[in-house]
């Protein structure tokens, strides 16, 4: 009877088990596969700089849309810029889709600056909320260093000769797309729009009330060819990103990464002044390891890697080299030379915060003078261990010491070979002053 309630259980257990991710199946079938009554808008926000992990994200939404066959892509867009790189392969795939894009720069007080404004000109709807700007898009060199004044003359040319293409394939203002390449130029929402030709197509409160204004307009795309699209009643998919992609596009903030690279740096110098620990070094090369993969997403001078690898270098020699200090201050100056120059970019947002910068410079040097006081401290200390420490000590001569001949004297209940440097008796108290190899250079006392 046990048993068959035991399986009866079980069965139920499994057919529950079915029901429900039967269920569940059905309802991410749902959700990527929207009803075919009424069109689908894919719907996706942008709040970070560009790099590879936006990139893919966008990337992926399209992908989803063209597979579903959604009838319109908005992307509201916040960005202070990123890498040409990623900003090419997004739009390369906007302009290769089977669904239009759009790109809604929004809220009030966004922006879409730097490489931010390459995307605006070839979505196929360009559109603005009140109170946002776009532009200044002249390139900087992709690490952060300065370039030759050749060089610098050619990426921007090659940059301004892809923004009037973008902009004559969508028939907006070239001459305006290249004037915020070359000359950093920026446009409010109402300069966008009322250029001639404009740079956008309108502006809207909000996504809502952008698919408002959008329904039944005709739109060109890069193509030539011609979309009516119809908005009206559409049930609007939100994409968002996945864990990997938030985590990964999380540590790709500069002071993220400053701090990863920090932390590396500090777990590994604990590694190294009490070898054996373990844990300071996994989370030092774990943390080191994830600030890597950020710091290739970002404009960093490499010339700031080398200092602050330095200061780790110089950390860990001070525990191995008596300095008195030195080398570790000259850490610290490694450290603070090359938080200042690690991330070298013209955007406020892509550089990093004092506010970050400083605390972390301050724990450095808090361990720095930490690591000097222990030196003096240790150095000042008499010895306890060897023969180092029986100088100072009391004792008894056991035998008589004539000057320039060996006796013996007890000391601490040992019994040591010794020599005077005047006569001494047995059975006088003696003190040690100084040691020579194993023989106790002592005085009567």
Known sequence: MAASLSWRHAAALVLIFICGATLGLRATLTADQPSSASPAIYAGTVDTIIHPVSAEYMIKTIDAADRNGAALVVFTLRTPGGLVDSTRDIITRMLAAKTPVAIFVGPAGARA?????????????????????????????????????????????????????????????????????????????????????????????????LLRKLDGRSVRRFDGSTVTL?????????????????????????????????????????????????????????????AFFALQLLPVNYAGVLLLALGLVLFGLEIKVTSHGLLAIGGLVSVVLGAMILVDAPEPDLRLDLGVVLPVVAGFAGIALFLIRLAVVTQRQAPVTGLAEMVGASGQALTAIADGTLGQVRVRGEIWRAVATEPIMPGERIRVDDFERLTLIVRRV
Not at 160 to 168: E, N
Not at 180 to 200: G, H, W, Y
Not at 236 to 246: F, H, K, L
């Open 230 to 290: 119809a908005t009206a009643g559409a049930s609007v998919v939100t994409i968002e990103m996945s864990a990997r992609q938030r985590a990964l596009s999380a540590i790709a903030h500069p002071n993220i990464a400053f701090l990863l690279l920090s932390l590396g740096i500090l777990g590994l110098t604990i590694e190294l002044w009490t070898p054996g620990a373990i844990l300071p070094g996994v989370v030092g090369a774990v943390s080191l390891l994830f």
């Open 113 to 209: 600056a730097s490489a931010g404004f390459l995307p605006i000109i070839a979505a196929d709807v360009a559109a603005m909320a009140p109170g946002t700007h776009i532009g200044a898009a002249h390139p900087v060199s992709g690490n952060g260093e300065t370039v030759d004044e050749t060089t610098a003359k050619k990426v921007a040319a090659d940059l301004a000769a892809y923004a009037r293409t973008l902009a004559g394939g969508r028939r907006c203002n070239v001459a305006l797309a290249e004037e915020a390449v070359n000359e950093s130029r920026a446009f409010t929402e109402q300069e966008a729009l009322a250029a001639s030709p404009p740079l956008i197509d309108l502006i809207a409160s909000d996504v809502p009330d």
